[in-house]
């Protein structure tokens, strides 16, 4: 079985989307249109391609180089068994994992599929983009209120734990 990810496309090495250099995969299909969204592309669920997980993981280990995968949109948790099954076998060799959602993390804690997705997420930065809220000074995100959020110790105090990356 090789279980296949809808994806918009992939960056092979990222300095701006998580801690250290990462190979960034963009989720195809978002429900959450956020004005000013840097990547509306990936808003169609029919777009994008079908890719199988063991093709993104052999690319990954191209690179030496690389210090983790970052899973951006797009929205990964509308394919949360995909990203799970991803973001797993990258743990599993190793590599740091992060993920950007629109969801908050209180919401993807109430959905079981999502919750599977999380428990393989090492940073989570969650909330939906507001142009309001914009800055260009914001490491990791786009808008004041998105978090960054230290999901292993957040499971592991039962409380909401940020990243001391911010």
């Given at each position: 079985m090789n279980p296949k990810v809808r994806i918009a496309g992939v960056v092979k090495e990222s300095i701006v989307d998580g801690p250290g250099?990462?190979?960034v995969v963009f989720a195809q299909g978002c429900p959450h249109h956020c004005q000013g969204c840097h990547n509306p592309a990936t808003h169609d669920f029919n777009g994008?391609?079908?890719?199988?997980?063991?093709?993104?993981?052999?690319?990954?280990?191209?690179n030496p180089l690389l210090d983790g995968i970052t899973l951006s949109g797009g929205e990964p948790f509308e394919q949360?068994?995909?990203?799970?099954?991803?973001?797993?076998?990258?743990?599993?060799l190793g590599y740091h994992v992060m993920a950007y959602t629109g969801y908050s993390y209180?919401?993807?804690?109430?959905?079981?599929?999502?919750?599977?997705?999380?428990?393989?997420t090492d940073l989570l930065v969650d909330g939906k983009f507001e142009m309001?809220?914009?800055?260009?000074?914001?490491?990791?995100?786009?808008?004041?209120?998105?978090?960054?959020?230290?999901?292993?110790?957040s499971r592991h105090h039962n409380q909401i734990i940020l990243s001391e990356i911010i």
């Open positions: 250099i990462r190979f994008g391609k079908l890719v199988a997980i063991e093709t993104i993981i052999d690319e990954m280990q191209k949360p068994e995909a990203f799970c099954e991803l973001a797993r076998r990258s743990q599993a209180e919401t993807l804690l109430a959905k079981k599929d999502q919750r599977q997705l999380l428990a393989h309001a809220k914009k800055s260009l000074m914001l490491k990791f995100r786009g808008s004041q209120n998105q978090r960054i959020i230290d999901v292993k110790r």
